[in-house]
Each structure stands twice: as structure tokens, then as C-alpha cells.
């Protein structure tokens, strides 16, 4: 399995931009989709994830500007940022945890990540 993220770059503070985390592979079962971010000299930090059951979760920094998203077959994750802020520029990172095979057990997945830039 493999992610790849797409969508970052620079953007104006109260700018908009569309990340997108795309599976490769095939996967049994998912448990959870979700999207980190690191900013430089912080740890990493989990900014919204939809479960299996499609609960969905914010961390508090991004509620109300966020928006988290899933296709129907699990196979791309979304997240449709506005308002930004410059304190939101990081790496942003896809993770999925899940089972490759019917006997394999859940592991987590990690995307390499793509970098917002929000600027003043």
C-alpha cells in the first residue's frame, strides 16, 4: 500500500486549498483515514480523521475552516482547508490504518506529505 498527497503550496493568509491523499494498493479493510501535520521544530499533529464507522474528528485549531472527506470505496482522502493561516503551514500527512488482508491484522499507513505555505 502506498499513499501519495497531492494538492499543497503557497497560499495568501484567508486563502483556500484542496489536499488529496490517494491509496495505492488494495486494502481489506479500513479502519481510520486522517491527516497529520508537522510545521518546522513541532512535533506532528493530527488534524482530522474519519473512522470506520465515518465518525469524524477536528483537532480545535482547524474546526469550522477544515473539511474532511472520503470517497465511497476508501481509496482517497480529502481535506478542503479555507481561512488559512499562516500558523497552518506544515507538512501536511496522510495516514491509513488498516488491514491489507483478511488475516493480516491493522497497521498504519503514511504518506510522505505535501507542504502548505500560508503566507501574511
Known amino acids: 500500500v502506498r499513499l501519495v498527497e497531492v494538492g499543497g503550496g503557497s497560499v495568501q493568509a484567508g486563502g483556500s486549498l484542496m489536499l488529496s491523499c490517494i491509496v495505492h494498493?488494495?486494502?481489506?479493510?479500513?479502519?481510520?483515514m486522517s491527516w497529520y501535520r508537522q510545521a518546522p521544530g513541532k512535533e506532528r499533529e493530527l488534524v482530522a480523521q474519519i473512522s470506520g464507522h465515518n465518525n469524524i474528528y477536528y483537532a480545535d485549531a482547524v474546526k469550522g475552516r477544515f473539511t474532511v472527506t472520503r470517497d465511497s470505496v476508501w481509496k482517497t482522502l480529502s481535506l478542503e482547508m479555507s481561512s488559512l493561516k499562516v500558523e497552518d503551514t506544515a507538512q501536511y500527512i496522510c495516514r491509513v490504518n488498516g488491514d491489507v488482508s483478511e488475516f493480516s491484522g491493522p497497521a498504519d499507513f503514511w504518506g510522505t506529505g505535501t507542504l502548505v505555505t500560508v503566507s501574511s
Open positions: 494498493g488494495y486494502m481489506f479493510a479500513v479502519g481510520s
